[in-house]
């Protein structure tokens, strides 16, 4: 069998084995991720997430000469420091990702410390923008500053430890609109563990599937509105799924930059076994 990673899945999933739930130790992420990087599904594969409180372990030498997407775990002001520190290491950072605010807190104030910063990095960075209060008035705000050449995007966390971390597909299909009607890529991050919507029965929540938001995604860009959208988000039978997406495989992305998984190789299972990607590995 031929082994191809389609155009639409290139750079889709993040390498973050270091976050939870799976939480690997960081020499144990960096020696897998340099497997990543020479399988023959590489182009699925992004950088290696490193949190910015990390970034002074012995473990990144191994990282030398490579690329990483930088985790604001210590928050905003954390990430100059940070990014000199990759820098002696000789670590090229593709991208800074944090969130600007809490939950219930205004969003603006964190927006225009990270904006400020950003102007000088050239680096893309991911405003983080938690799914409540302020949410629209903080993507006009990364939709000016983007429009005024800031290489900013938004993100916006799809799961977690607590039910209230899951937007429902309204939610979530709002906000893939607001989105679309910015011109403004965004990121997601957490939750997203397989291709279709699922109830872990660990856990008793309801995770949204990666496959689930290409495919509404793709509506949201050919002119879907909210309800639309937010049904594909809420579909369990794959059929519709996967032919919606198989019919954009050889296309660029639109809109949706990708999203970070603990597991490429479970991402990657879940694309092969509904036929969108051709190959195979030893588990």
Request: aromatic share 6%; glycine share 10%; net charge negative.
């Amino acid at each position: 069998m031929s082994t191809h990673v389609p155009h639409l899945f290139t750079g889709l999933v993040d390498d973050a084995a270091v976050f939870p739930p799976g939480s690997a130790s960081l020499p144990d992420a960096v020696a897998a991720h340099r497997g990543h990087r020479a399988a023959w599904y590489a182009e699925l594969v992004g950088p290696l997430l490193v949190p910015a409180s990390a970034v002074d372990d012995d473990a990144l030498h191994g990282m030398a000469g490579g690329v990483v997407g930088l985790i604001g775990d210590t928050g905003v002001d954390g990430l100059p420091a940070a990014l000199s520190l990759l820098a002696e290491d000789r670590i090229t950072v593709r991208q800074v990702e944090v969130a600007v605010a809490r939950r219930g807190e205004d969003p603006q104030p964190g927006l225009a410390a990270l904006l400020t910063l950003a102007e000088s990095w050239g680096l893309d960075v991911y405003a983080e923008i938690p799914l409540t209060f302020g949410l629209l008035g903080a993507l006009d705000t990364v939709a000016a500053a983007r429009a005024a050449g800031v290489p900013v995007a938004a993100k916006f966390r799809t799961g977690g430890l607590a039910a209230e971390l899951f937007p429902t597909p309204v939610e979530l299909a709002a906000v893939i609109c607001a989105c679309r009607d910015r011109e403004l890529p965004f990121k997601l991050t957490a939750g997203l563990h397989h291709a279709l919507r699922h109830l872990d029965p660990e856990t008793g929540f309801t995770h949204h599937g990666f496959g689930n938001v290409l495919a509404a995604t793709l509506a949201a860009t050919e002119g879907a509105e909210v309800d639309e959208v937010a049904a594909l988000l809420a579909a369990t039978d794959p059929l519709p799924l996967v032919e919606r997406v198989r019919s954009r495989r050889d296309d660029p992305r639109p809109l949706w930059v990708g999203f970070g998984s603990c597991s490429v190789r479970d991402p990657l299972t879940d694309l092969i076994r509904l036929g969108l990607v051709n190959g195979g590995y030893e588990g």
